[in-house]
């Protein structure tokens, strides 16, 4: 079973998905995470994908979509996997048709996460991330235990390269033209749940909870 998050850069996607995760026994598939490891590893991968993302600007979606089918075919599935940041195109959107038709794996819901673009620049204004574990923060929201050290692996919290007032923008600026799309893609085949994420991280999980609790007794009685 698959779950889509989709939502504008800061919207709660990773948030969120990592509290379905612990809750549900899936598995987070986050595609700016991989390809953040990637370029931590400094291996080939990395090194072309690096300059797109600290511009705020997407990966070519062939690229993108390679580093997605080998984490599929190769990686834990766990009771389902959530797509955290795939698809961001509709031509990305068109690969995943294949992908899960290939597999026969079965996609129960796209969770939109709604937010105001004021509260997104609130949230990555204040988001401080963990780039030995991937985990993150918010300095008012969700701050960690112990003031710039990460809760799960201790690591020292860093902003994210492509946190910057410029890259911010044209990741926004992206979303609208590449991404925002797929709200219309994913209704037209009644996939789409549209969630206001605005509300505080506890408030937005119930949503979400209830949301997905529904899809996946529907899903399972779909077969
Ligand atoms: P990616 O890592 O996917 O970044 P993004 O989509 O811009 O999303 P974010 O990670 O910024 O935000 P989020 O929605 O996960 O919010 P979070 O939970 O962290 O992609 C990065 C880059 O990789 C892309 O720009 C692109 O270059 C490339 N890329 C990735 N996938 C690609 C693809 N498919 N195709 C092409 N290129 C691709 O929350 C944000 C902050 O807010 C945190 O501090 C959090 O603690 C806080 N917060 C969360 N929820 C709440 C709440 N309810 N109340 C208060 N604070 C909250």
Redesign the pocket.
């Known amino acids: 079973m698959i779950w889509i998050?989709l939502?504008?850069?800061?919207?709660?996607?990773?948030?969120?998905?990592e509290r379905l995760q612990r809750d549900f026994g899936f598995v987070q598939v986050?595609?700016?995470?991989l390809?953040?490891e990637a370029m931590r590893a400094g291996t080939e991968l990395g090194n072309r994908?690096q300059g797109?993302?600290t511009r705020?600007?997407?990966?070519?979606?062939d690229l993108?979509a390679g580093v997605?089918i080998e984490r599929l075919t190769w990686g834990e599935t766990g009771n389902g996997v959530i797509l955290?940041?795939?698809?961001?195109?509709v031509r990305?959107a068109e690969i995943l048709e294949q992908i899960l038709a290939k597999h026969c794996w079965q996609l129960c819901a796209v969770l939109y996460?709604d937010v105001p673009e004021e509260v997104v620049l609130l949230?990555?204004g204040?988001?401080?991330n963990c780039p030995q574990c991937g985990a993150?923060?918010?300095v008012v929201?969700?701050p960690p235990k112990v003031a710039g050290r990460c809760d799960r692996c201790g690591g020292e919290l860093v902003v994210?390269p492509?946190?910057t007032p410029e890259a911010i923008r044209k990741?926004l600026e992206?979303?609208h033209q590449q991404t925002e799309p797929l709200v219309a893609f994913y209704s037209g085949k009644r996939l789409l749940e549209r969630i206001d994420?605005?509300?505080?991280?506890d408030?937005?999980y119930q949503a979400v909870k209830s949301v997905v609790s529904r899809r996946w007794r529907q899903c399972l009685a779909e077969g």
């Open positions: 998050f939502g504008a850069p800061g919207a709660g996607k990773g948030t969120q998905a986050s595609t700016g995470e390809l953040r994908v797109y993302i705020g600007e997407l990966v070519p979606d993108v997605l955290d940041g795939f698809p961001r195109t990305q996460l949230r990555l204040g988001r401080r993150n923060y918010h929201a969700l994210r492509d946190d990741r992206v979303f994420a605005s509300g505080e991280v408030e937005v």
